[in-house]
Every structure is written in C-alpha cells, then in structure tokens.
C-alpha cells in the first residue's frame, strides 16, 4: 500500500504540467478570451469614432454601420461577461457556445456588409475611413474566431463522439 502511494506520487511529479490557465466559461480554450476582448475593443473603437463624424451626405449607410458596430460591441461584451460569470457551468447550459458561434455569425455578416456599405457611400474623410478600417478589422477577428470555434468543435467531437446524445441536435440540445 505504502510503495503503490509513492508510486503513485513519483508519477505525478513527472507528468507534464499544462502552461494553460483556465478562465471560466472559456470553452474553446485561452485564446478565444482574446479573440473576444479584440473584437470589443475593435468593434467599440469602430463605433465610437463613427458617432464622432459630424456630418454626411448619405447618412443611411452611417446608421446601419453604427448599428452593426453597437451590436457587436453589445453582444461580445453581453458573452464576455457571461463566460468570466461562468453561468454555463453553474447553470448547466450545454448549448451557450454554440449560441455563442450563431450570434456571432449573425454579427459578422451584420458588420461586414455594414462595413462594405458604408465603404462605398460615405463622404471619404478621415474619420469615416478609419471607422470603416476599424470595422473591417473587427470582422476579420471575428471571421478568424468563428473559423477557430468551428475548427475547435470539429475536433472535440471527433474525439469524443458519446457527448452528443441520440436525439439531439450537434449543439446538444433535444429535438422537440
């Protein structure tokens, strides 16, 4: 008994230990809590300096930029804090990320054709360009963080097939 306790305590020193620190509610792993704080600045950033632009000719496609740039920046903010509050595990929410992947598919298509938009009828001054390069930057993050939570889901269910029960949906949730 004692040797099997030593045994046992050798091989637990030796075992790699993981350099990744786990934040709650970050279910893709560490850098998707990046991704999502770089697309908040990014999309906040986009937003703020289009309410800074005093004047337009078409002010339409100003209006639909400054929506899509205020969605975002809402809902990356609203699933910032609901992965850092970690309600998904405390809650037993299996389909808050896949919720996640949809919104932010939404957002993305939401932001990009605001952003091509307003690329192509604005009154090309400073401000509006670099709200519009700030927008386009914020849907490249995004486009690379939905291809990354894609690519992540993929591969946990292919290594683990069971997790998704019989009669149910890939994000888990029951057919009704």
């Given amino acids: 008994m004692v040797s099997s306790t030593v045994n046992q305590s050798k091989n637990e020193s030796h ?16 850098s998707h809590i990046v991704f999502t704080v770089v697309e908040l600045l990014l999309s906040l950033t986009a937003f703020i300096l289009e309410e800074l632009i005093i004047t337009c000719t078409s002010c339409l496609p100003l209006y639909y930029f400054e929506f ?23 809650l037993d929410i299996p389909w808050l990320s896949c919720l996640e ?3 932010k598919m ?12 307003f690329f192509y009828n ?24 939905i291809g990354i939570h894609v690519k992540m889901g993929m591969l946990m269910k ?9 009669g149910a949906n890939s994000c888990g949730v029951p057919h009704t």
């Fill in 15 to 30: 075992a790699p230990k993981t350099k990744e620190v786990e934040l709650p509610g970050v279910s893709v792993g560490g």
């Fill in 68 to 90: 899509a740039s205020f969605t975002a920046s809402l809902f990356t903010l609203l699933f910032l804090i609901v992965g850092f509050m970690d309600l998904p595990r405390t």
């Fill in 101 to 103: 992947l949809f919104t």
């Fill in 106 to 117: 939404a957002v993305c298509a939401l932001f990009f054709i605001a952003s091509i938009v």
């Fill in 122 to 145: 604005n009154d090309r001054t400073q401000l509006e360009m670099t709200a519009m390069a700030f927008g386009f930057l914020a849907t490249f993050v995004f486009m690379t963080d």
């Fill in 158 to 166: 292919a290594d683990r097939p069971s997790v998704i029960k019989k």
